[in-house]
């Protein structure tokens, strides 16, 4: 919808009673409650075509119509599944890690995680990778909290995102190519690190944000 698609505070919408408000809010279902089924709003996919594929990423351009009729070509990328892991401790900390990602040449925290490998599932894959980059291993519940695409109109890549807080260290990370420095992070300086820049990358926004929103004896 364009800016000047949105009606006038002071337009017929205005107007309503109390009572038209309420019918009209009630008949718009809630979000997610729409019939699978109903697929009338949907990209209608024509053909996709190859342009480059490799072990780590699918490319391809897709011959797509929208809804209204208009039909185009549309890059499509494939990149392989992620879990992603928050470890958390009795002092309301959580263990990340400070690294540099060379794509967007940005410093960050992050939280260990990263790909699964053939065969493997999320949660295996989440405890393989916390192994690996931290050296701790889970030995209480390891709660999944949340699946999400990352940039979900143009690649498809599913990242899972879990909480654990029964850890305990085993070994010294084996992955040495991960992080500069660790560190147990409190979560009441979570949002100062976001609004500074200093978490970027998105499972660990979409965990940090999960412990915060969830945390007991917040105010709301």
Known sequence: MHSNDHPAADGPEANLSDTEGAEAEAAVPPP??????????????????????????????????????????????????????????KDERVYMMWRHRFPSDIWNWELPG?????GESADEAGKRELLEESGFVVDGAFEHV???????????????????RDVRKVAEPTEVNEAQRVAWIPLDDMLGLIAEGKIANSGTLVAVLYLLATRKGQDR
Request: proline share 6%.
């Open 146 to 164: 949340a699946s999400f695409e990352p940039m979900i109109g143009m690649v498809t890549s599913p990242h899972d995102i879990y909480i654990a």
């Open 114 to 118: 990263g790909l699964l490998d053939p």
């Open 32 to 89: 997610g409650t729409m019939p699978l089924e109903d697929r009338s709003t949907a990209w209608k996919v024509h053909g996709e075509t190859l342009i480059y594929n490799s072990e780590w990423i699918r490319l391809t351009s897709c011959d797509v119509e929208t809804p209204d009729g208009a039909r185009f070509d549309h890059h499509k990328v494939v990149l392989k599944a992620a879990s992603v892991v928050a470890m958390v401790d």
